[in-house]
C-alpha cells in the first residue's frame, strides 16, 4: 500500500491510546476554547451539552451557548462559556468543575 494509507493506520491506533485536551480561559469561563485531539466520535450536541468519545472514554462538556467546530482529522473545538467537564469510562468517573 501506499503512504497515505500506512499514515491514516498510524493516526487510527494513535487515536485509540491518546487522547489530548486543551482548555484555553481568556481571563474568565465566557469565553473558553477547548481542543480535544483524537475524538473518535461525537455522541451528542446542542447548545448546552456536548459529549465526545475519546480512546475507550467520554467527555461531556457543558456550558452555555456551546459551539462545535471541526479543526483537523479527530480534533475539535468547543466555544463558548464552560460550565463543566466530566470524564466517564466503563465503571470509573471523574470530574473536573
Same mark, same amino acid.
Given at each position: 500500500?501506499? $503512504?497515505? /494509507?500506512?499514515?491514516?493506520?498510524? $493516526?487510527?491506533?494513535?487515536s485509540? %491510546?491518546e487522547?489530548?485536551?486543551?482548555? *484555553?480561559?481568556?481571563?474568565?469561563?465566557?469565553?473558553?476554547?477547548? /481542543?480535544?485531539?483524537?475524538? %473518535? %466520535?461525537?455522541?451528542?450536541?446542542?447548545?448546552?451539552?456536548?459529549?465526545?468519545?475519546?480512546?475507550g472514554?467520554?467527555?461531556?462538556? #457543558?456550558?452555555?451557548? $456551546?459551539?462545535?467546530?471541526?479543526?483537523?482529522?479527530?480534533?475539535? *473545538?468547543?466555544?463558548?462559556?464552560?460550565?463543566?467537564?466530566?470524564? #466517564?469510562? #466503563?465503571?470509573?468517573?471523574?470530574?473536573? *468543575?
Open positions: 500500500m501506499g $503512504l497515505l /494509507y500506512e499514515k491514516l493506520i498510524e $493516526l487510527d491506533e494513535l485509540s %491510546r487522547c489530548v485536551i486543551t482548555v *484555553k480561559l481568556n481571563g474568565n469561563t465566557d469565553n473558553a476554547e477547548i /481542543y480535544v485531539e483524537n475524538c %473518535r %466520535r461525537v455522541l451528542s450536541c446542542d447548545n448546552e451539552f456536548i459529549t465526545l468519545g475519546v480512546c472514554a467520554d467527555i461531556r462538556v #457543558s456550558g452555555t451557548p $456551546l459551539t462545535l467546530e471541526n479543526f483537523g482529522v479527530g480534533g475539535v *473545538k468547543i466555544t463558548g462559556k464552560l460550565s463543566s467537564l466530566d470524564f #466517564s469510562d #466503563s465503571g470509573a468517573k471523574g470530574s473536573v *468543575k
